[in-house]
């Protein structure tokens, strides 16, 4: 027995862990994702089938939100579950958040589209009720009387000869180069339309000159309008008198809203160069906007059949497409900027303040989702009388002109991260500058350590050849006292 070899012993087993199975991490963002969803869903559908019974109050979101429209330019995300902060993989957090359920710290729903909601308060009404009167602006262009006789005042001949040069160059100039005309033939009759009313037609005025005199004249307030000035949409009425002593008249500037009696007066400001300005526009077959901004301006947009988008137009600075001269040309700041038409309405703010960090005011007129109820109020209003097809028509064009907006702030987006540069590398000039520059320092150091050390080698030495002071040293025939 002795002989025989010992048993071999097998090696213990591997220890076994409770691994998770592969893939749990997409197994886990996929139930999330679907549980988030179908709660959207769900809360959408309650709200959209109590709408017509709840108040407004009853159920609000925490945020501003997406509508179908467009979003909207305070759109403010929630936190992203799923990462670090909240999805682990330790035991406490399979306890508090099991697959397939939704992690209790999302307790709101901040991405779902806003959902238009009419207006309760005082203020919403009267907002409302003034975006409402606004919209009936473009509407008294419609007029053929009244396009009749501002044809009369156009000269046409002038208008078409410079729009057909202005549209060979352009086509030339793309035929050159190989690229698509920048603007069509009717963009052309636009542009020198606008140059026409600006140098030839309208004037601007603040303080009126004195007609008895011709001295200048100083304001004195706002008056009551005649009957007659009343009759022909003059209801505000400034008054003006000479700043001549001997003369002392008083001068009336009506502020005349109607496009008919501005062709008479020529003259105004910039809300009777826009109203008149626009009307021109219209009777020479363009479709227009009638742009009112919070912040005291209005100015034009004209629909471009060419590039398939809306052109802003500024008579009074003879501007076209150049939607940033307020913002970035003018340093000013801008809230609200609403577009009417005589076929519907659009928050078109983001087209002028693309970036509202900056040049964006507080939007504290309404809630979003109210003015969007009032902006899909005014779209309805003006489009029920069109056919199915029309109104077909004018939704597509409202979503491309959404996407077109939204286009914006990311481009300005991307253009600020663009601008962002990275730490660059020095070049080799300035490496080997800087090697000398330490070389040099250390140099230095060596030298001075060096001089120390010699100088408290000189001191040792100093010390050691001076003469000790010492006692007398005790001969045999003085031997020291008891």
Not at 248 to 259: C, N, T
Not at 310 to 339: M, Q
Not at 375 to 394: A, C, T
Not at 425 to 433: G, Y
Request: charged share 25%; with cysteine.
């Amino acid at each position: 027995m002795g002989d025989r070899p010992p048993p071999s012993r097998q090696p213990p087993p591997p220890p076994t862990f409770n691994a998770m199975p592969e893939g749990w991490e997409k197994d886990l963002t996929e139930q999330f994702r679907q549980k988030l969803s179908t709660l959207r869903m769900n809360q959408l559908s309650r709200h959209s089938s109590s709408a017509s019974t709840r108040s407004s109050s009853s159920f609000h979101f925490n945020s501003p939100r997406t509508s179908v429209h467009g979003r909207s330019q305070h759109t403010r995300f929630a936190p992203r579950h799923g990462s670090a902060n909240h999805l682990t993989c330790s035991a406490a957090s399979d306890n508090e958040f099991p697959l397939g359920s939704i992690p209790r710290s999302y307790n709101s729903l901040q991405n779902i589209p806003i959902v238009a909601r009419p207006p309760q308060d005082n203020q919403s009404q009267q907002f409302r009720n003034k975006l409402i009167l606004l919209s009936e602006t473009p509407c008294r262009w419609e007029n053929p009387g009244l396009l009749d006789e501002a044809m009369k005042q156009v000269p046409l001949k002038q208008i078409y000869d410079e729009a057909n040069e202005e549209h060979q160059l352009f086509l030339a100039t793309a035929a050159s180069v190989g690229k698509k005309a920048a603007w069509g033939y009717q963009d052309c009759i636009i542009r020198a339309l606008l140059n026409w009313f600006k140098t030839s037609f309208f004037s601007w005025v603040n303080n009126p000159p004195c007609s008895r005199c011709g001295a200048p004249t100083y304001v004195k307030g706002q008056v009551a309008p005649t009957p007659d000035e009343k009759a022909r949409s003059g209801n505000t009425v400034e008054l003006y008198q000479c700043a001549v002593t001997d003369c002392k008249a008083y001068e009336r500037l009506p502020r005349y809203s109607d496009a008919f009696m501005l062709m008479q007066t020529r003259k105004g400001r910039s809300g009777e160069w826009a109203n008149c300005f626009s009307m021109l526009c219209r009777a020479m077959g363009s479709r227009v906007r009638w742009v009112w901004n919070s912040e005291d301006h209005v100015w034009t947009e004209v629909y471009s059949i060419y590039r398939k988008r809306w052109v802003h137009v500024d008579s009074r600075e003879a501007a076209f497409d150049k939607p940033l001269l307020y913002t970035e040309g003018w340093n000013r700041g801008l809230a609200y900027c609403i577009a009417f038409s005589a076929d519907g309405a659009m928050d078109v703010t983001r087209r002028y303040c693309r970036n509202p960090g900056q040049y964006g005011l507080d939007r504290n007129k309404v809630p979003e989702p109210i003015l969007l109820h009032i902006m899909d109020e005014i779209r309805s209003l003006r489009r029920r009388n069109m056919d199915k097809d029309e109104k077909f028509r004018l939704e597509g064009e409202d979503m491309r002109e959404s996407r077109e907006l939204r286009h914006y702030y990311v481009s300005t987006i991307t253009d600020q991260v663009a601008k962002l540069k990275p730490r660059q590398k020095p070049s080799r000039r300035v490496l080997v500058a800087s090697e000398e520059v330490d070389a040099q320092k250390a140099r230095e150091r060596r030298e001075a350590r060096e001089r120390s050390q010699e100088e408290v080698e000189q001191d040792a030495s100093s010390r050691i050849q001076q003469p000790s002071q010492r006692r007398p040293s005790r001969s045999p025939d003085n031997p020291p006292r008891n």
